[in-house]
């Protein structure tokens, strides 16, 4: 049996924490005195007193999670965030469809960075620094984050950290989870404050730098202005943002071991690490000669937009600093292929992950290998342990209901009236967390307002399947699942 009242309880503690992000939101609407002030006080009191229900509803609750419960937890935070987190947009008017606010909303919770505001410019501070505070917060994860600051809440952190984070290789620093959980926090925020000092001292405003540097370190890539990073016309900031978002793409728990335990050299040997970096050096080497070609650049714009525009969709970020839809075609498939690879596993990124990607090869290698040697036992090894048949297996599951997604999903737009390229892109874009797209209706500086609201209800599940590895998500509507043991 699924434990209802301790999920009510966890529910009304995220919903307590989720007013309190909203108060912080209040506070810059006061300072500069704008309309979004009732807004996000009504906000607050809707989901207070939700909170105060839910907890009233799983008072005597114990704290014995099951793989079930954890599950469901996941799925059910991210979208019940997404629902409350909405209302701002609604009550202050900003927003008027539910679609597009619950849309609005889960891409920011899911770092996608998907919008449907046509312009960003027109909104108070206060709601401006909501649509990046939900990046940041969902960065590394909602409910992650309340394991590192509520670890008593949740009494099968260990499950929920399985639910809920990235990549094939769950990696922990610490026997406890809640203490992994906080060092993987202390360097988010770290890379945070160091982003938001340089983009600082490269001229943004305090306002500005706050918002910029928290969509890059989560790779949300959600915008104060209308033309993104481009808007300052500085090309130091966009090489700063570039770092950011490549560190952003490289999983914590290596960065934690090299920026406190000072072990740099395991960027050296770790496989992930090395096919990342290769990636988007060849990539940026294509796109920089290609532009140079047949777009005229000069090399060092060439260089700048190419490996700006690689790294932001390899990390699924979603800045940009150049119009992509002007480019080569052969220009877009490449990216197409960086919004699909995404980055490391255990970073904030979304995509297939190139762990995934280097398993894929050894497998594809092995197999190889096996044909001549049909008795051979070949090993799969990955950061010095071997892969088991087991995790195998889930591998190559993962990538066929990842294609079939994007198969599925692409058709049936296509079949209601967009096209092609904008279609296959949309599929792509939401399913890695990136959030532009490549086409010509639906560019990749564009809204999406245009697309029907039945495909944004789509695109807002898709966006929580990948964030959350997809089987997560899909797990709760097999029949299974709800069968009493």
């Known amino acids: ?54 907890h009233y509803a799983g008072a005597k609750a114990d704290n014995n999670m099951s793989r079930r419960d954890a599950f469901l937890v996941v799925t059910l935070s991210w979208s019940i965030f997404s629902l409350f987190g909405a209302l ?35 909104l108070p501070h206060g709601i401006l620094f909501w649509r990046s505070f939900t990046q940041w917060i969902g960065g590394l994860g909602i409910v992650f984050f309340t394991i590192a600051v509520l670890p008593s809440l949740v009494g099968g952190s260990v499950k929920v950290f399985a639910a809920e984070t990235t990549g094939p290789i769950k990696s922990k620093l610490h026997p406890k989870i809640s203490t992994s959980a906080k060092s993987i926090w202390a360097i988010f925020l770290l890379l945070s404050i160091t982003c938001f000092i ?111 525009q690689v790294v932001s969709f390899m990390t699924t970020t979603g800045l940009f600093n150049d119009n992509a839809a002007l480019w080569p075609h052969v220009t877009w498939v490449v990216l197409a292929v960086c919004m699909f690879m995404g980055a490391c596993a255990g970073s904030t990124s979304g995509g297939f992950k190139c762990v995934r990607c280097v398993m894929l090869i050894k497998v594809i290698r092995n197999e190889f290998k096996q044909m001549l040697h049909p008795k051979a036992v070949l090993p799969l090894r990955f950061a010095g342990t071997n892969i088991s048949m087991q995790r195998r297996v889930t591998l190559l599951a993962f990538l066929a209901v990842y294609c079939l ?81």
């Open 1 to 54: 049996m699924l434990n209802i009242k301790l999920i009510c309880k966890i529910m009304g503690s995220l919903l307590v924490l989720e007013a309190f992000f909203m108060l912080i939101c209040l506070g810059v609407s006061i300072i500069y005195n704008e309309n979004d002030i009732f807004s996000f006080g009504i906000s607050i009191a809707i989901t207070l007193v939700t909170a105060v229900a839910l």
């Open 88 to 122: 701002p947009f609604m009550i202050g008017g900003y927003i008027t469809s539910f679609t597009n606010a619950y849309f609005e909303t889960i891409s920011g919770f899911t770092t996608t960075g998907a919008t449907i505001l046509d312009d960003v410019e027109c």
């Open 198 to 308: 340089s983009y600082r001292l490269l001229g943004m405003s305090w306002f500005d730098s706050i918002n910029y540097a928290m969509t890059t370190i989560a790779t949300g890539g959600f915008s104060t202005h209308n033309d993104s990073i481009e808007f300052f016309r500085s090309p130091a900031m966009e090489y700063v943002s570039t770092l950011f978002c490549f560190l952003s793409g490289i999983n914590f728990v290596l960065l934690y071991r090299a920026c406190i335990e000072r072990e740099f050299r395991i960027f050296f040997t770790n496989s992930e690490v090395k096919f990342y970096c290769l990636i988007v050096a060849i990539f940026t080497a294509f796109i920089m000669v290609t532009l140079m070609v047949s777009n005229n650049y000069d090399m060092e714009r060439a260089f700048r937009c190419g490996i700006y």
């Open 405 to 485: 997604l994007c198969i599925v999903c692409a058709f049936v737009m296509i079949a209601a009236g967009v096209d092609n390229t904008n279609a296959i892109t949309i599929t792509i874009s939401t399913l890695s967390n990136v959030g532009p797209t490549l086409g010509i209706e639906i560019g990749p500086t564009m809204s999406w307002n245009q697309l029907p609201d039945f495909a944004k209800w789509m695109c807002s599940i898709l966006m929580l399947m990948g964030r959350l590895e997809i089987f997560s998500v899909l797990i709760i509507f097999t029949p299974t699942f709800w069968k009493d043991r």
